[in-house]
Protein backbone atom coordinates (compact mmCIF):
# COMPACT_ATOMS: atom_id res chain seq x y z
CA UNK A 1 0.00 0.00 0.00
CA UNK A 2 1.35 3.42 -1.17
CA UNK A 3 2.14 5.96 1.60
CA UNK A 4 -0.40 7.88 0.54
CA UNK A 5 -3.12 5.97 0.96
CA UNK A 6 -1.90 4.80 4.18
CA UNK A 7 -1.88 8.76 5.24
CA UNK A 8 -5.24 9.26 3.26
CA UNK A 9 -7.05 6.46 4.34
CA UNK A 10 -10.92 6.26 2.65
CA UNK A 11 -9.99 9.65 1.16
CA UNK A 12 -7.73 7.77 -1.59
CA UNK A 13 -10.31 6.50 -3.28
CA UNK A 14 -12.06 9.76 -3.77
CA UNK A 15 -9.11 10.52 -5.96
CA UNK A 16 -9.47 10.30 -9.75
CA UNK A 17 -8.36 7.28 -11.06
CA UNK A 18 -5.30 8.54 -12.71
CA UNK A 19 -4.44 10.58 -9.81
CA UNK A 20 -4.97 6.79 -7.53
CA UNK A 21 -2.50 5.60 -9.84
CA UNK A 22 0.17 8.19 -9.68
CA UNK A 23 0.18 8.47 -5.78
CA UNK A 24 -0.04 4.64 -5.59
CA UNK A 25 4.04 4.12 -6.44
CA UNK A 26 4.95 2.32 -3.84
CA UNK A 27 8.43 -0.32 -2.94
CA UNK A 28 5.40 -3.04 -3.50
CA UNK A 29 5.08 -2.73 -7.17
CA UNK A 30 8.00 -2.67 -9.96
CA UNK A 31 6.71 0.08 -11.83
CA UNK A 32 8.06 3.86 -11.49
CA UNK A 33 6.22 6.94 -13.23
CA UNK A 34 7.61 9.14 -15.66
CA UNK A 35 5.87 12.66 -16.68
CA UNK A 36 7.19 15.00 -19.29
CA UNK A 37 5.64 18.13 -19.43
CA UNK A 38 6.06 21.83 -19.52
CA UNK A 39 6.01 24.57 -16.95
CA UNK A 40 4.29 27.31 -18.65
CA UNK A 41 5.82 30.02 -15.94
CA UNK A 42 8.50 29.38 -13.29
CA UNK A 43 8.52 32.75 -10.93
CA UNK A 44 10.61 34.14 -7.76
CA UNK A 45 9.41 36.96 -5.91
CA UNK A 46 12.87 39.23 -7.54
CA UNK A 47 16.43 39.55 -5.86
CA UNK A 48 16.02 39.57 -2.13
CA UNK A 49 15.24 35.91 -2.59
CA UNK A 50 18.02 35.21 -5.27
CA UNK A 51 20.66 34.21 -2.43
CA UNK A 52 18.53 31.68 -1.19
CA UNK A 53 17.43 30.09 -4.32
CA UNK A 54 21.53 30.02 -5.52
CA UNK A 55 22.18 28.26 -2.22
CA UNK A 56 19.28 25.81 -2.51
CA UNK A 57 21.17 24.72 -6.18
CA UNK A 58 23.96 22.90 -4.29
CA UNK A 59 21.41 20.25 -3.03
CA UNK A 60 18.63 20.51 -5.52
CA UNK A 61 15.96 22.30 -3.84
CA UNK A 62 14.54 24.99 -6.01
CA UNK A 63 16.76 27.62 -8.00
CA UNK A 64 16.88 30.98 -9.14
CA UNK A 65 15.97 30.95 -12.88
CA UNK A 66 12.73 31.92 -14.04
CA UNK A 67 11.31 31.58 -17.71
CA UNK A 68 7.97 31.04 -19.27
CA UNK A 69 7.46 27.61 -21.38
CA UNK A 70 10.11 25.35 -19.83
CA UNK A 71 10.26 21.89 -20.42
CA UNK A 72 9.76 20.11 -17.66
CA UNK A 73 10.34 15.74 -16.09
CA UNK A 74 9.35 14.44 -13.13
CA UNK A 75 10.24 10.95 -12.10
CA UNK A 76 8.52 8.78 -9.13
CA UNK A 77 9.90 5.72 -7.58
CA UNK A 78 8.82 3.81 -4.84
CA UNK A 79 11.86 1.99 -2.52
CA UNK A 80 12.95 0.99 0.85
CA UNK A 81 15.46 3.09 2.22
CA UNK A 82 18.39 2.15 3.81
CA UNK A 83 16.16 2.26 7.45
CA UNK A 84 13.58 -0.22 6.01
CA UNK A 85 11.09 2.58 5.53
CA UNK A 86 8.68 2.57 2.25
CA UNK A 87 9.70 5.66 0.18
CA UNK A 88 8.64 7.69 -2.39
CA UNK A 89 11.22 10.06 -4.08
CA UNK A 90 9.84 12.96 -6.65
CA UNK A 91 12.73 14.02 -9.05
CA UNK A 92 12.07 17.18 -10.81
CA UNK A 93 14.13 18.41 -13.68
CA UNK A 94 13.68 22.04 -15.21
CA UNK A 95 15.19 22.80 -19.02
CA UNK A 96 16.14 26.39 -19.22
CA UNK A 97 17.90 25.61 -22.38
CA UNK A 98 21.59 23.92 -21.78
CA UNK A 99 20.54 24.21 -18.03
CA UNK A 100 18.84 21.63 -16.33
CA UNK A 101 18.23 22.25 -12.95
CA UNK A 102 16.58 20.05 -10.36
CA UNK A 103 14.26 20.29 -7.54
CA UNK A 104 14.66 16.79 -5.51
CA UNK A 105 12.42 15.50 -2.22
CA UNK A 106 12.13 12.03 -1.02
CA UNK A 107 8.60 10.95 1.19
CA UNK A 108 8.21 8.39 3.88
CA UNK A 109 4.84 8.00 6.13
CA UNK A 110 5.54 7.90 9.82
CA UNK A 111 3.00 5.82 10.70
CA UNK A 112 3.34 6.14 14.39
CA UNK A 113 2.19 9.97 14.37
CA UNK A 114 0.10 9.76 10.87
CA UNK A 115 2.46 11.90 9.12
CA UNK A 116 3.84 12.65 6.13
CA UNK A 117 7.46 13.65 6.19
CA UNK A 118 9.04 15.43 2.79
CA UNK A 119 13.22 15.79 2.78
CA UNK A 120 14.06 17.95 0.60
CA UNK A 121 17.24 17.95 -1.36
CA UNK A 122 19.99 15.56 -2.27
CA UNK A 123 21.26 15.01 1.66
CA UNK A 124 17.62 15.46 3.22
CA UNK A 125 18.89 17.83 5.28
CA UNK A 126 15.62 19.56 5.52
CA UNK A 127 12.42 17.11 6.83
CA UNK A 128 8.77 18.84 6.37
CA UNK A 129 6.05 17.45 7.66
CA UNK A 130 3.48 17.18 4.81
CA UNK A 131 -0.83 17.48 4.95
CA UNK A 132 -2.66 16.22 2.05
CA UNK A 133 -6.16 16.96 1.13
CA UNK A 134 -8.16 15.46 -1.38
CA UNK A 135 -10.30 17.89 -2.82
CA UNK A 136 -14.36 18.20 -3.80
CA UNK A 137 -13.51 17.64 -7.50
CA UNK A 138 -11.13 14.60 -6.61
CA UNK A 139 -7.89 16.75 -6.99
CA UNK A 140 -5.64 16.82 -4.00
CA UNK A 141 -3.74 19.73 -2.15
CA UNK A 142 -0.46 19.29 -0.38
CA UNK A 143 0.61 21.95 2.31
CA UNK A 144 3.75 22.06 4.12
CA UNK A 145 3.85 22.59 7.81
CA UNK A 146 6.71 22.26 10.62
CA UNK A 147 10.65 22.12 9.00
CA UNK A 148 13.79 20.56 10.75
CA UNK A 149 17.17 20.89 9.66
CA UNK A 150 19.61 17.77 10.67
CA UNK A 151 23.30 17.81 9.63
CA UNK A 152 25.30 15.62 11.54
CA UNK A 153 25.08 16.54 15.08
CA UNK A 154 23.29 19.26 14.50
CA UNK A 155 19.28 19.06 14.62
CA UNK A 156 16.90 22.01 15.36
CA UNK A 157 13.33 23.59 14.01
CA UNK A 158 13.22 26.55 11.67
CA UNK A 159 11.10 29.19 13.39
CA UNK A 160 8.27 30.56 11.38
CA UNK A 161 10.17 33.72 9.95
CA UNK A 162 12.71 31.44 8.02
CA UNK A 163 10.58 29.09 6.34
CA UNK A 164 9.04 28.87 2.79
CA UNK A 165 5.45 26.39 3.71
CA UNK A 166 4.51 25.22 0.24
CA UNK A 167 1.26 25.07 -1.26
CA UNK A 168 0.98 22.12 -4.11
CA UNK A 169 -2.58 21.69 -6.37
CA UNK A 170 -2.82 19.09 -8.05
CA UNK A 171 -5.22 17.63 -10.63
CA UNK A 172 -6.30 15.18 -13.89
CA UNK A 173 -7.74 16.89 -16.85
CA UNK A 174 -9.95 14.08 -18.72
CA UNK A 175 -9.80 16.41 -21.71
CA UNK A 176 -6.17 17.25 -22.11
CA UNK A 177 -5.26 13.56 -20.47
CA UNK A 178 -2.54 15.22 -18.61
CA UNK A 179 -2.16 16.06 -14.76
CA UNK A 180 -2.01 19.97 -14.01
CA UNK A 181 0.30 21.37 -11.34
CA UNK A 182 0.60 24.17 -9.36
CA UNK A 183 3.43 25.14 -6.60
CA UNK A 184 3.74 27.72 -4.30
CA UNK A 185 6.16 28.46 -1.93
CA UNK A 186 5.18 31.60 0.84
CA UNK A 187 6.69 33.17 3.88
CA UNK A 188 4.18 34.62 6.54
CA UNK A 189 6.67 37.93 6.01
CA UNK A 190 7.58 38.57 2.54
CA UNK A 191 4.81 36.81 0.72
CA UNK A 192 5.63 34.34 -2.05
CA UNK A 193 9.19 33.55 -2.76
CA UNK A 194 8.82 30.51 -5.97
CA UNK A 195 6.28 29.17 -7.52
CA UNK A 196 5.58 27.14 -10.90
CA UNK A 197 2.13 26.14 -12.49
CA UNK A 198 2.36 23.65 -16.15
CA UNK A 199 1.23 20.32 -16.99
CA UNK A 200 2.72 17.08 -17.73
CA UNK A 201 1.77 13.28 -19.30
CA UNK A 202 2.43 10.60 -17.03
CA UNK A 203 3.63 7.33 -18.36
CA UNK A 204 3.79 4.28 -16.00
CA UNK A 205 6.71 1.82 -16.75
CA UNK A 206 8.20 -1.07 -15.41
CA UNK A 207 11.15 -0.97 -13.25
CA UNK A 208 13.46 -3.68 -14.60
CA UNK A 209 17.04 -3.12 -13.27
CA UNK A 210 15.85 -1.05 -9.66
CA UNK A 211 16.52 2.65 -8.83
CA UNK A 212 18.44 4.35 -10.62
CA UNK A 213 21.73 6.21 -8.64
CA UNK A 214 20.61 9.28 -9.24
CA UNK A 215 17.25 8.95 -8.34
CA UNK A 216 18.09 8.71 -4.16
CA UNK A 217 19.58 10.92 -2.20
CA UNK A 218 23.15 10.95 -1.44
CA UNK A 219 22.94 11.26 2.19
CA UNK A 220 19.84 9.52 4.09
CA UNK A 221 18.31 10.65 7.30
CA UNK A 222 16.79 8.70 10.06
CA UNK A 223 15.78 11.59 12.11
CA UNK A 224 11.81 12.42 11.07
Known amino acids: MSIYKQYLGKDFDRLHPMMQQRFGVSSEQPVYMLGTGVMEHVRNAGWYTLPFLYLGTFRNIMFPETGANIPFTIENYGYRDTFGRDTVSWNRKFHFGKKVR ?4 TMIYNEAEHRIVDYLGSRQHLAVD ?16 NQRFYEGRI ?4 PGLFTGNAEVRESYDEIQDRFNIQVTVRNKTFGTLFG ?20 RPVREEVRQ
Open 196 to 215: YKGYFKAEFKPLVNGIPADA
Open 102 to 105: RFDA
Open 155 to 158: AFRY
Open 130 to 145: IDIRVNEDNSITIRSG
